[in-house]
């Protein structure tokens, strides 16, 4: 079952979902054994902070906020994200999505001389700061990362073309030279479709993480919207307009047609807090019916590359779509 909404609870048809986005893909060589965890998300993000803020940080100040250049240096925006306290009633947000997120390769043990990589998504303004985030990466390979603080040299930056191809954009010692970020333009709506969840999917409700038997469309749709929304308000100069209201209630109205689902934990360190912490979450597939699914598809669709959930920017909450 499914509402319908009218034109004017939609985005406008001329300008939906605008957030221009690029994925890239650094490509390092080992130049001794690096040991990685079993999903890298959380220490690749952990070595690209502390190195993009020993880039940029000119003051030294012990803590940004109370800094002058606050809402003005690189490192904050990137890593902390403070809202703008010009963005109305989304000054209630303590920090605003970040206009990045991290797609590990594979962990464990890479040997010395073998391939590793990290794609790189940066969302709308962020992509004005790739020379910053590639230098950070760059320096952050160098110094070491995982368990022994494993070398990495930076050998080659490739960027995905909208065909889905990866065209190279960057070696050392050459420019770089990335094509401009694209909007994700969705194909029509399929009759039927699965969405496969690539890495563990962390969905709240009323306090508590949703496991498999709880799953709900809704949930998903709720959380991907307010992602989306803020990443748009945050990040471009075209916020979504939408009745987001309106919309959230009729994702509750979807139903799938079958969950397999499962879940995955993992535990990750946390460096800040000197804990392990669980981060656990969904996998699986989840079959929907097309009809009915119209007025949400523009955002399933760009979720692809956004994630969902809690921890996306680590890279969790990853899925991909397979249409009948």
Known sequence: MSAVLTDAQLPAANSPLRLPLALYRLHFIAQEAVRLPAYAGSAWRGVFGRALKRLVCVTREPACPACLLYRSCVYP???ETPPDPAAGKLRKYPAAPHPYLLRPGPGGTHAAGATVQVDVALFGHGNRHLPYVLHAFDQAGRRGVGQGDGRLELAQVTQQTTDGDWRSIYRPGE???????????????????????????????????????????????????RRISLLTTFHTDAPLAADFAELSRAGWTIQHRAARLRWHEWVRYSSRQDTLLQMGGLVGEIELDGVGLEPFWPYLWLGQWTHAGKGAVMGLGQYRLVMA
């Open 77 to 79: 925006y990137l890593f």
């Open 175 to 225: 420019a770089l030279q990335p094509a401009p970020p694209t909007v994700p333009e969705p194909p029509s709506c399929p009759v039927r479709l699965a969405l496969v969840l690539e890495t563990p999917l962390r969905l709240r409700q009323a306090e508590k993480l949703l496991g498999p038997d709880a799953f709900q469309f809704g949930a998903l749709f709720s959380n991907l919207l």
